[in-house]
Nanobody
Framework: QVQLVESGGGLVQPGGSLRLSCVAS????????MNWYRQAPGKQRELVAT???????KYAESVKGRFTISRDDAKNTMFLQMNNLKPEDTAVYYC??????????????WGQGTQVTVSS
């Protein structure tokens, strides 16, 4: 069984930084695209950042220049470095990934989420 586990969330003041991690474990043959999503209270879940299997990245306009997504394939881990955080970044952040679970077969997985709160 494959699991994604996020960590690194917490309470930070506006202008501060946090680094989120997402570790994939289980029977994994490889990982394709990995994504960070977030969901604020009363809002729909939104895509924050994507990193492909070859390392190409894409960001939501609202986080460009402030957030950086990266991955360490040797450790099946993805990161989200968040700088210059704003109150509107407050949300539950979710890890999502397309994982190769058998030869020629990919499945999509979600983590349980980690809370990020930006407040003075």
């Amino acid at each position: 069984q494959v699991q994604l586990v996020e960590s690194g969330g917490g309470l930070v003041q506006p202008g501060g930084s946090l680094r989120l991690s997402c570790v994939a474990s289980g029977r994994i043959f490889g990982i394709n695209a990995m994504n960070w999503y977030r969901q604020a209270p009363g809002k729909q879940r939104e895509l924050v950042a994507t990193i492909t299997g070859i390392g190409s990245t894409k960001y939501a306009e609202s986080v460009k220049g402030r957030f950086t997504i990266s991955r360490d394939d040797a450790k099946n881990t993805m990161f989200l470095q968040m700088n210059n955080l704003k109150p509107e970044d407050t949300a539950v952040y979710y890890c999502n990934a397309d994982i190769k679970v058998a030869p020629g077969r990919y499945s999509n997985y979600w983590g349980q989420g980690t809370q990020v709160t930006v407040s003075s």
